[in-house]
């Protein structure tokens, strides 16, 4: 074969490889990342989770940073001590989960509001907002 043959082959695969990528990383069927377990201490950041029903199980100290969780069912999940740090929960099923010492910072919460740097365990206002609100401005 000769070297412009090789050449078009190679990119035709690297493409190919590619959409296989970002495939594996957002399921449009589901909009659940296969590749990713759900269990304690998982390691699923910055993935497509959108509308994932996974009531009640259990995803203590596990790192789930920037993941989309909108539209979700996570009633009584466990995120104890779980780095949620930039995730989206807008529109999904928070009843009954468990915060305790999870990092919240900059994760959008299910009303659509984002919280604030340092929010542990719960979903803090930005500190302007909050200074705003106690002077009745808010």
Not at 34 to 63: T, V
Not at 73 to 89: K, S, T, W
Not at 92 to 113: C, E, F, M, Q, Y
């Amino acid at each position: 074969m000769n070297t412009a043959v090789i050449q078009r082959l190679s990119c035709v695969l690297l493409l190919g490889a590619t959409f296989a990528a970002a495939a594996a990383f957002a399921n449009d069927e589901e909009n659940v990342n296969p590749s990713c377990k759900l269990e304690p201490e998982a390691n699923c950041s910055w993935l497509e989770l959108r509308k994932l029903k996974a009531p009640g199980i259990d995803l203590h100290e596990s790192a789930f940073m920037a993941v989309r969780f909108d539209g979700a069912n996570l009633e009584g999940v466990n995120f104890l001590d779980a780095d949620l740090e930039r995730a989206n929960f807008k529109g999904a099923n928070v009843k009954r989960v468990i915060w305790i010492a999870a990092k919240l910072s900059g994760a959008t919460w299910v009303d659509g509001r984002v919280c604030a740097a340092g929010s542990v365990g719960e979903c803090l206002a930005p500190p302007t907002l909050t200074f705003l609100k106690a002077r009745g401005a808010g």
